[in-house]
């Protein structure tokens, strides 16, 4: 296992200063936070469970490089006891009075983006001590944090270091293990959405950036066996590769190189607050694992289309307005999220000449984009067979999404964000309605899994 690929990453990253990477690295926190913030105290935050696992370790490194501490600020163990705004404000407040304090975190997801958050309002930096392979937003900028049960990602500068000690991940729960690969497979489909994206000239891919996200996906997911077992390497090459997904969004100041249509499923949820006062709540690599398989699913309908078949005249003259489109999204989501989504609905509905050209392109590039995007891509039963091995969800009732709700969930996902995915060459290409009916078909990926 190598970290050699996170030294590159880190050249062209916009906050991250250092990260340390392997086996029993933990008692190197010391000396990292002496050299990113010389002269200021420690604090660590954490919460009773990651206390246990590395307090002891950190606190020891702290002291033997001789950097002053305050008191621990330390959690309740239970995430659904600490998640959301109201601790972010509380851990705010509470540093506010601390002069010359930065946070050194002991965290995974939820936890690290409180510390994040709390520092970031504060224009303080800070830094985190990783304990699980369990999310790719280590490294990124913002935080997602629910607030009234709205979970949404809010701005804030990544961190100034990481400790990413591979030794404390393996030992880390396997279901933290197991939504770790779930968010990270998502970027298998979500690079197919970004060459659509790129071939029809809607965003351009970054070819630098594609690298730090797509080159170590393929060591990290191709083992879920191993995985499975807690194998040192293969979880280390997990954490790694979703490091590197954190490292890319800081370089493209976006998540475009991490996220697509299969993180569109998970945010959709998210919004609706499922999950959240679940015991543990269910984690967002759950829910992005789920939509994984059906964006891949998506994609396996959308490449069987003859695109030159396309009538673009009826497609034009039948094409929604915005006033329609406006409708639709009001009737599909909660008051509190169509507002948003239907700015970003009616942004992406094109209508005449706009609508004429989009089409145009798409008969021109399909056969490129169809080329490349098999290459890309695997199948929804690749897929589901991968996450089912590291015990990840792979089919929505294991996540309590009844069979109704999750065939709107393919609308919805299409309107809450502007990224162009296959959501939207379906909703533009009039076909959206008709490749869902086929694959919730008995003869469709869905009909023939059941629900």
Partial sequence: MSSELIAQALNTATETQEIIFGEHVVDQTGEVFSRLFPGARAIIVADDNTYKVAGEAVTSSLAKAGVTMVDPYVFPGTPTLYAGYDNVEVLREYLRRLDNVIVCSI????LNDIAKLASGELGRKYMNVCTAASVDGYASFGASISKDGFKITRECPAPAGLIVDTEIMAKAPERLTATGYGDLIEKI??????????????????????????????????????????????????????????????????????????????????????????????????????????????????????MNELDIDAIVASAPSDEEVEIRVREALEPRIAEEAVKHSIAKNLHGDELRNRLITIQKMWPRITEQARAQLITPEDAAQ???????PSHPSEIKIDWDRFRKTHFQAQMIRPRYTILDLLADTGLLEQTVDRLFSPEGYWGKRGQ
Wanted: overall charge negative.
């Fill in 107 to 110: 965290a995974a997801g939820t």
């Fill in 189 to 306: 489909p979500a690079g197919a959405d970004w060459i659509l994206a790129d071939l029809l000239g809607i965003e351009a891919i970054d070819p630098y950036v594609w690298t730090l996200v797509q080159n170590p996906l393929g060591q990290a997911l191709d083992s879920p066996e191993h995985i499975a077992t807690k194998d040192v390497a293969a979880i280390g090459a997990l954490a790694e590769s979703n490091v590197m997904s954190g490292l890319a969004m800081q370089a493209m100041q976006s998540s475009r190189p991490a996220s697509g249509a299969g993180h569109q499923f998970s945010h959709v949820w998210e919004m609706q607050g499922h999950g959240l006062d679940w015991e543990p709540p269910l984690s967002h690599g759950f829910k992005v694992g789920v939509g994984t398989v059906a964006s891949c699913a998506l994609w396996e309908e959308a490449l069987a289309i003859d």
């Fill in 386 to 392: 991968r996450l089912d091995i590291v015990g990840a």
